[in-house]
């Protein structure tokens, strides 16, 4: 067992691993980290000068990106980097100079397995929000005309909606964000396992691939069913679980993701287990 995963070995190349994904990727995460900055002061030059030349100078009112604005950026820079953040973390591991010195480090592959998922599914995922996060309160914090920040908006929401004392599993749109980022990194992560060039791309068009699949499967079933019938049995099934509506959302959105995850989890482990240079 020890050879398979020592626990203090693997502390150690966790570390080592944390810290070498960093040196070798620092620039790429600090410019993601720094969106919310980059973002601000190009809305307000645009918003200067499109001012300028609508009223001749003569009236500035310079426009600030609201907090909607500001949560829908945050989402969609989110999924991006998770999109490309693998491949550049990872696909060296396909590379035959620097995929076989990683095979050669002195650590099991289950142990750096698990310390590549922590890595990609946790630790980053962490470190980008609160950097994001933070940069955007100090936007706010400097610039009052900004309003609200992401995490004051947030944690507003949640005081505001969890009055009940009930503990959510799936709301206010924070744990649709953090599937979406594990379902993300988990499909990229093992396409940068998987392809040794044009990681991101192939891995679209895969994904791609498999949508038109499954909307093909998805189109063949339904023209087999009466769609009357099936939509009233819906209808009816929804009332009679009206009040549980929210709890098979739940239920079923985290099988869901715990079936992608979990499965994409164990083909990136096949890969790692197997791959030769």
């Not at 000068?49 to 500001?70: E, K, M, Q």
């Not at 949560?71 to 396909?94: E, H, Q, R």
């Not at 009055?163 to 992560?189: H, K, M, N, P």
Request: aromatic fraction near 18%; glycine fraction near 8%.
């Amino acid at each position: 067992m020890k050879n398979t995963f020592n626990p203090s070995r693997f502390g150690k190349y966790l570390a080592f691993d944390l810290k070498s994904r960093w040196s070798e990727n620092r620039a790429f995460m600090t410019i993601w980290v720094l969106f919310p900055v980059i973002y601000y002061f190009l809305w307000l030059f645009f918003s200067v000068l499109g001012n300028g030349f609508s009223s001749g100078f003569s009236d500035f009112h310079v426009g600030h990106p609201s907090i909607a604005t500001r949560a829908s950026a945050f989402a969609i820079v989110t999924i991006l980097f998770m999109v490309f953040y693998p491949s550049k973390a990872y696909g060296f591991i396909t590379e035959k100079a620097k995929g076989s010195a990683w095979i050669e480090l002195p650590a099991s592959r289950l142990e750096k397995y698990l310390s590549m998922m922590l890595i990609t599914l946790v630790i980053i995922p962490i470190i980008f929000f609160v950097g994001y996060l933070f940069c955007d309160w100090i936007i706010c914090l400097a610039d009052k005309g900004c309003g609200e920040s992401l995490v004051s908006a947030w944690l507003g929401t949640i005081s505001n909606n969890n009055t009940d004392g009930e503990v959510r599993i799936w709301g206010y749109g924070s744990w649709w964000l953090a599937s979406s980022v594990l379902q993300t990194a988990s499909v990229f992560l093992l396409g940068a396992l998987i392809f040794k060039k044009a990681k991101v791309s192939r891995t679209i068009l895969s994904l791609f691939v498999v949508f038109m699949i499954i909307f093909a499967l998805s189109a063949l079933i339904f023209s087999h069913i009466d769609l009357d019938v099936f939509g009233e049995r819906m209808r009816a099934w929804t009332m009679d679980h009206i009040t549980g509506i929210d709890t098979w959302i739940n239920v079923w959105g985290n099988i869901e993701l715990a079936v992608i995850v979990i499965g994409l989890g164990i083909w990136s482990w096949f890969r790692v287990k197997n791959i030769q240079h």
